[in-house]
């Protein structure tokens, strides 16, 4: 079946640090990515998709690259800041289903 | 943003009662769906809609019934609402007309039952 999953958190960083949050998957087909972030109180917002293998999606300063030989789409972001601190989602939409399938959500928290 | 709202934003009823949400969109989209997000689950789809009255379960669709009778509308109605339904509750949106098309979520619906 199509499943998503994230590195636990709370991941706690301080201002101007890097960022990771690893994101892999098991699916069918040809599966979409995407990442989401959800910020206090709020509903969630799209962050940045990739559609097929060794696409890279970019918004924000955040990047993921889709990359099939290792079912990894991890999150990256050179320099974050107290804005960046949500609750981010890693998601893959089945081609075979159309269903979003959601990981379990990683909290980042910068800190000044 | 997608046009998409929810009421209420908020609710408090008692075990029991029956429930109705609302998601709204103006953005005539085909496919509407409802998820509901709990601590350690991320979200997970309870009910969706591929076009005015046609609607097929979701992964955790026990106890929940929706409705859709407008392209813009899509309810999802609690009979009768227990502990274990308080929950967030998020509409979302795909298309306009591919099932396969990113999908955007509403400001989401906080129900608690006590």
């Known amino acids: 079946g199509n499943s998503v999953t994230q590195m636990e958190g709370p991941v706690t960083l301080s201002e101007e640090a890097f960022l990771t949050i690893n994101c892999t998957y098991t699916a069918t087909g040809y599966p979409s990515l995407f990442w989401y972030v959800q910020y206090p109180g709020e509903g969630l917002q799209l962050l940045l998709k990739a559609t097929k293998a060794d696409d890279k999606g970019s918004n924000k300063g955040f990047e993921a690259t889709y990359r099939k030989e290792t079912t990894s789409f991890h999150l990256e972001k050179g320099s974050v800041q107290v804005s960046d601190s949500a609750v981010y989602f890693c998601?893959?939409?089945?081609?075979?289903?159309?269903?979003?399938?959601f990981g379990q959500g990683t909290t980042l928290q910068v800190k000044p | 943003d997608a046009g998409i709202t929810q009421s209420p934003r908020h609710k408090v009823t008692e075990t029991g009662t029956p429930v109705t949400l609302r998601c709204h969109q103006t953005e005539n989209h085909r496919y509407m769906y409802w998820y509901r997000q709990d601590p350690g689950h991320g979200l997970r789809l309870i009910h969706y809609s591929y076009g005015v009255k046609d609607t097929d379960k979701g992964e955790v669709s026990d106890g929940y019934s929706v409705s859709r009778s407008k392209t813009e509308d899509f309810l999802l109605t609690l009979e009768s609402a227990t502990s274990s339904q308080t929950s967030v509750y998020f509409c979302?949106?795909?298309?306009?007309?591919?099932?396969?098309?990113?999908?955007?979520f509403g400001p989401g619906t906080r129900l608690t039952v006590l």
């Open positions: 998601a893959l939409l089945s081609s075979n289903t159309g269903k979003l399938i």
């Open positions: 979302a949106i795909s298309g306009p007309d591919r099932v396969l098309d990113t999908q955007y």
